[in-house]
């Protein structure tokens, strides 16, 4: 199990700097849901968000559910998405995916996002099985590194180009250090999870969640300092090597012809694809 997510450094990081979803892809999972177990003009009574974070989609399901419960097995993560809470209908409590703390048949919706590639899933899904509801769904969604358009570069085909010069560069740089098996996950965009599924009815949409966002060039290298691989590679790293974001943040501003500029000026449309994979119809265990 992953536990770079216990640094109070980087779930202070994660906190600013991680994106929610998009308003399609809470649309797309709720009208799953709906189908399979309609609850017209009420609300459906358990949300469980697996590896919650500090909270970043518990909070965009507390429209539809009576109660909802966010796990993780980070303390720090817990502890600030505690702190953000608004609602009086979520719950924040440590946990791991391997052993929910809900009972059998009780939960309507188990989600997770960004995470489940980091699970044993063979056990998350046994345990996924044993708290849903007969009518109870499954939703696990990620995102791909999200592409960067440099709106900051005033001449459109010149932006044009350095957009795919620099998503390129992006993507490469939150790889490069990322673990084999996880990029095998996210690069198939959840495919091979799909297989292992345990329900009947299994549903894979890869094209039209997309979250776009308007960020400044501090929030990109945020974003990229919240990554778990960043951490890894900047404890690994010899005193003669640069900080990985830092680099970064030259070599961009460099291609955009922006040294001169604040990075709080800077501005870059960030595309996020998400993806998304959902299962109802428990097969027996
Ligand atoms: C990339 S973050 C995703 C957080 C949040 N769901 C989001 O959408 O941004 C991955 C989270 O998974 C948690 N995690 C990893 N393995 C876990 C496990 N086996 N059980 C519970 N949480 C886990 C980490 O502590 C971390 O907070």
Redesign the pocket.
Known sequence: ???V??RKLI?EL?ARH?PA?SAQLIKSIMGFCNRNNPQIGKQHDLLL??????????RQFAPYFKRLLG????SN?IRLAKHHNTHDNIFYEE????SLPEQDNSVDLVV????CH???LDV?FSEVLRVLKLRGCLALFAYQPPSLNPICVSNHSVRESLAKESSDLFYEFCQVKTDAVTNHHIDSKYADIVEMLPFKVKVHITENLNHTLEWKLDDVIGYYKSL?AYHESMRLKSAKENDFAETLRTTLKKSWGVMNKADKDVSVIVDFPIFLVMGSGKKSQ
């Open positions: 199990m992953i536990r997510y216990e779930t994660y991680r979803y968000d697996v590896a919650c974070g500090s909270g970043q989609a518990t796990v993780d097995v980070s993560q946990g791991c995916a391997e997770s996002a960004t995470a980091r699970f044993q998350f778990a």
